[in-house]
């Protein structure tokens, strides 16, 4: 979901409007907002309301009955150091992601820009990796990095590193930093090469005839003017490593070793649908939607900034 | 480019060359070991250059393979992963244009607060919500079912913007003409909109598909039944092995088939595909 929040980069005022002339009927367009209404009622706002309910709850062994406990699940989860780590790791996880995918993207974007006619050429060698299931990019990096047939381990024991993600946790979270930046790069590559090619010519000439060379128009023009792609891609990232990495996660390491892979959506996973937690499950759960209000939040409070300038 | 650094060119070139190396050596080793027998995979590091099984290993996967892991065949898996990307395009594409049309074409009470439900979606995505939306489908006999596997997934938020967006653009005047010639609001929909929308519906198209194919997390919750496995659920399936060693060579057969048709997709429809993603206001 996060990939296509890019066409609401608008403020929600305005995407209150309706034309100046409209049709007149009563019915007809509840009829036509039924299906979406419906489904969104049903299957978002319902369960999400749920979430928040059993939150609050306890339920007895045989889910006879259920009791009102308060904050109690909250207190738990953050009295919990597992739940405190798999907080931190998460955060380590986005960040290290995010940035490696952009900082990638954007050297590929702007070495892209300065070519004139093979930039297409480059630009469709690049894009492919964002269609490959995160499941797939997953098991292809984790075939790469496998202990005994992965190239990957054969080349970094000859400069003395033996790689083994299947006991050593930091280097699983390598792993799947990799694969999942991997998967990213091409995302950032085609926004960043978007905003690149809409800097205004005459800024780089004049920067140009002034002396200044390149790579010191790239910091002092280039990158400042890409700032609100930069911010974009960022919200965009963070949110895409938060909620769009559980394949590779549940094809790879399955969390592990010893935890050291399980990020937040994946221990929601793991304690309520495998674990059977519900209460604590739904705790986890709303945590998460408010991480994903505020993401959604700080992205269109920026654009109505944006807007003003 | 503003001025000739012949250098700095060539640099670039190199520096572009070499980062598609990198990116495109997962999938080159995949292809690469998916043409070997399991026995020289296991025996060191996977070989540089193609060997000799290709055939075999392909002809395997999709006849047989996968049956010894408990999976139905790999075809059958491609057939829905299929019909689920189809599917979801379809329904979201549908229902998207149909509320985008109510929400910029009539004035009607409790507009807003419709306006409001379906931006909530974008806040709500089924990994902060797995056990509630999993309860709802099961309550309501869909685990199991085409239905349980894709309506829940197709309500959206970002294509009744982009199509609320589109229809901002269209002129009033072929509203007003339209009403002047008689024209009911499903006939200027069908006859004016729908014509106008095809670039957005082919570029959501393209972005959706991929969307549908590559979902993991929902067929997970919602099917235990073998006959509704797609093929990413079936990537799983292959590499968690209890005993004995995963038949690598099969796995990388099967990535490479099941991120063919998105990868050619992308390659081919680029212009749609991009416009898709980096459509914004306009």
């Given at each position: 979901m996060p990939v296509l929040l890019s066409f609401v980069r608008q403020t929600p005022g305005r995407l209150m409007e309706t034309k100046k002339t409209t049709f007149d009927s009563r019915l007809l367009p509840y009829l036509l907002l039924a299906p979406q209404l419906f489904i969104t009622l049903v299957f978002f706002i319902w369960p999400a309301a749920q979430a928040v309910k059993s939150s609050f709850e306890r339920e007895d062994p045989f889910g006879l009955s259920t009791a009102f406990v308060g904050l109690l699940h909250y207190q738990r989860l953050f009295e919990d150091p597992n739940y405190i780590d798999a907080l931190l790791r998460t955060a380590v996880f986005a960040v290290s992601v995010t940035a490696l995918s952009m900082v990638l993207g954007l050297a590929f974007a702007a070495a892209v820009d300065r070519l004139v006619r093979t930039g297409r050429v480059y630009t469709t060698l690049l894009v492919w990796p964002y269609a490959v299931a995160p499941v797939?990019?997953?098991?292809?990096?984790?075939?790469?990095?496998?202990?005994?047939?992965?190239?990957?381990?054969?080349?970094?024991?000859?400069?003395?590193?033996?790689?083994?993600?299947?006991?050593?946790?930091?280097?699983?979270?390598?792993?799947?930093?990799?694969?999942?930046?991997?998967?990213?790069?091409?995302?950032n590559f085609l926004f960043f090469l978007a905003g690149l090619q809409s800097v205004p010519q005459s800024l780089m000439e004049a920067a140009a005839i002034d002396g200044s060379g390149p790579v010191k128009r790239f910091f002092t023009i280039s990158l400042p003017l890409l700032s609100p792609t930069t911010f974009f891609l960022f919200i965009i990232n963070v949110n895409y490593t938060m909620f769009d990495t559980f394949p590779i996660v549940d094809a790879t390491t399955v969390g592990g070793p010893a935890q050291a892979t399980t990020t937040l959506v994946y221990k929601v996973y793991q304690d309520g649908y495998l674990g059977l937690n519900l209460g604590s499950s739904s705790a986890q759960s709303v945590l998460l939607m408010m991480i994903v209000m505020v993401l959604t939040f700080v992205q269109f409070r920026y654009v109505e900034r944006r807007v003003q300038y | 480019m503003v001025e000739n650094r012949p250098f700095l060119t060539f640099l670039t070139h190199a520096f572009l060359i070499l980062g598609f190396a990198v990116v495109a050596l997962p999938v080159y080793v995949a292809i690469i070991a998916s043409t070997h027998d399991i026995a020289t995979l296991m025996s060191g590091p996977v070989p540089l250059l193609p060997g000799s099984h290709l055939i075999e290993n392909y002809s395997m996967i999709l006849t047989s393979a996968s049956a010894a892991n408990g999976l139905p065949n790999y075809s059958h898996m491609a057939l829905n992963s299929l019909i689920m990307a189809v599917a979801i395009t379809v329904g979201k594409i549908s229902i998207s244009i149909l509320s985008a049309f109510a929400i910029v074409y009539f004035r009607f009470p409790f507009r807003q607060l419709a306006f409001w439900i379906i931006f909530v979606t974008l806040m709500l995505p089924v990994e902060v919500r797995i056990m509630p939306t999993y309860k709802i489908v099961a309550d309501l006999g869909m685990l199991n079912s085409w239905a349980g596997l894709t309506i829940p997934l197709i309500a959206s938020a970002t294509a009744t913007f982009l199509f609320r967006q589109f229809f901002m653009t269209v002129p009033d005047e072929m509203l007003e003409a339209a009403r002047v010639d008689g024209a009911g609001p499903m006939k200027f929909f069908r006859d004016i909109l729908l014509p106008l929308s095809r670039t957005n519906i082919g570029a959501l198209c393209v972005i959706l598909f991929i969307y549908g194919w590559v979902q993991y997390l929902w067929p997970l919750l919602v099917t235990t039944d073998p006959g509704y496995y797609t093929l990413m659920m079936g990537m799983k399936r292959m590499v968690t092995v209890q005993d004995g060693v995963i038949q690598w060579q099969l796995v990388m057969a099967g990535s490479v088939l099941a991120m063919l048709p998105p990868i050619l997709i992308?390659?081919?429809?680029?212009r749609l595909f991009i416009r898709g993603l980096t459509e914004t206001e306009k």
């Open positions: 797939v990019a997953g098991v292809l990096w984790w075939f790469l990095f496998n202990s005994t047939t992965g190239l990957m381990p054969f080349f970094l024991e000859k400069v003395g590193i033996h790689w083994d993600h299947d006991l050593n946790g930091t280097q699983a979270m390598i792993l799947i930093i990799i694969a999942a930046a991997w998967k990213q790069v091409s995302y | 992308v390659i081919f429809m680029q």
